[in-house]
């Protein structure tokens, strides 16, 4: 009986090959699984070389609704960050490919799942450990990593096995995108010394090609999703591709950072992701007036590990059930309103509001109406300091001894 594989494939030059590869070399009858996550303006090129390359089968699925709704979105309740900076757009993908590749290793009998990637980067980590777990007996090739081949020995192998081409730019980086972000790597880029040149870019303008003028706009939120652009009810897909056309508009989303990869090895990568970086910061600023101290800070700890746990490939993990279930805990009364500002690669947040506000303007004024009783607060401080006085009075860490701060930080 013929064996039977499911490819990942991009349509891309290394995928076209992969094709190839698992028929000759490994005997599979390969079926090619393309997913659509914003990021195909030539889906019907795609099918066409998947198929001229060997294929059986090539299913392009557009999975972008599942995407915003079951990655991106419990994402952004978590305020997801990698070391601060990345928005994790590559890394939520991976998870939900892999969920589609299981899904049609089982319609079509495969007992082999297949991917590209190489064995330096996350992606073979992610694939490989998502896929593993959804399908624990699941064989696992890696035709990047077991093949090691260089872009030109790829090249010289489809010439030689007349293998369609796709357009192959000039272009030395590495880009990959869905409707998130996008990311860039490879070429000059790998030294952190240089600037990114601006050819590199391609959802965002640079400062000086901005508007003069800001722009104001409003999103509001219920439960912690955005629901709404400007007052006006939309979808999760558009209020993501308006805001991408609109933030970017205004050289907003750009990110230039050195990163630890989940291999050990850091890696300088360049970002575009213009409405993830607008809607992360008008749901961390709702959250300021929705939740209390104490939530925000064990939230932000948990936030922290939340896009730790996305970038190392553990989405299907028990870890991350545990984590979400705080984070979603804390989202019931995350509903209201951001307004903000987008001018020249900034976001300014000019105003929140909410119907279930913890901001009470009574409380919080100095005005004549003033509703705080400032009469408790030497009790109040009585109280919050007695642990200090007490044991300044019994430990007397400076006595005999004139005060002196320095001294003192010594000791």
Same mark, same amino acid.
């Given at each position: 009986?013929? *064996? *039977?594989?499911?490819? !990942? ?9 992969? &094709? ?11 079926? #090619?699984? +393309? ?22 089968? &090539? ?18 309740? !978590? ?37 590209? #990637? ?16 959804? /399908? ?38 590495? +880009? ?9 790597? #490879? ?70 950072? &050195? ?87 900034? &976001?300014?947040?000019?105003?929140? *509001? ?7 303007? /009574? ?42 701060? *320095? ?5």
């Amino acid at each position: 009986m013929t *064996k *039977k594989i499911v490819l !990942a494939y991009s349509g891309g030059l290394d995928t076209s090959v992969a &094709v190839n590869i698992l028929q000759k070399e490994y005997g599979y009858e390969v079926y #090619c699984m +393309t997913a659509d996550l914003g990021n195909l303006p030539d889906s019907q090129d795609i099918v066409r070389r998947g198929l001229e390359s060997g294929a059986v089968e &090539v299913e392009l699925i557009d999975a972008k609704a599942d995407f915003l709704q079951h990655f991106v979105l419990p994402a952004l309740k !978590a305020n997801a960050l990698y070391q601060n900076k990345y928005p994790l757009a590559t890394a939520l993908a991976r998870p939900l490919i892999a969920q589609m590749l299981i899904e049609k290793a089982n319609q079509i009998g495969a007992n082999a799942i297949a991917h590209g #990637c190489t064995g330096k980067g996350n992606d073979q980590v992610r694939f490989d450990v998502s896929l593993q777990t959804l /399908k624990p007996d699941v064989e696992i090739i890696a035709t990047g990593r077991e093949n090691n081949m260089t872009r030109e020995e790829v090249i010289v192998y489809a010439n030689k096995n007349n293998i369609p081409l796709p357009p192959i730019k000039s272009s030395p980086y590495s +880009t990959d995108e869905n409707i998130w972000g996008r990311s860039i790597e #490879c070429g000059d880029l790998e030294d952190p010394w240089i600037a990114p040149p601006e050819e590199i870019y391609e959802w965002t303008k640079p400062i000086n090609e901005t508007p003069m003028q800001g722009e104001e706009i409003e999103i509001e939120f219920k439960n912690g999703e955005p629901v709404s652009l400007n007052k006006q009810k939309i979808d999760t897909i558009s209020m993501v591709q308006q805001l991408n056309d609109i933030a970017g508009k205004h050289g907003i989303g750009r990110i230039d950072m &050195v990163e630890d990869r989940i291999v050990g090895i850091k890696s300088r990568e360049i970002y575009e992701s213009p409405a993830a970086i607008v809607l992360l910061q008008a749901h961390k600023s709702l959250e300021s007036i929705t939740l209390t101290r104490k939530q925000i800070e064990l939230k932000e700890f948990i936030d922290n590990e939340y896009g730790k746990m996305i970038y190392d490939g553990l989405w299907f993990s028990s870890h991350h059930i545990n984590l979400a279930s705080y984070i979603n805990s804390t989202q019931e009364h995350v509903n209201g309103t951001v307004r903000l500002k987008l001018w020249h690669g900034s &976001v300014i947040v000019n105003g929140i *509001k909410s119907d279930e506000s913890l901001y009470d303007p /009574k409380l919080a004024t100095y005005g004549d109406d003033d509703d705080f009783d400032q009469s408790i607060a030497k009790g109040f401080i009585a109280i919050w300091g007695m642990p200090l006085k007490t044991q300044a009075k019994k430990q007397k860490h400076t006595e005999k001894k004139e005060f002196n701060r *320095k001294s003192y930080l010594n000791n």
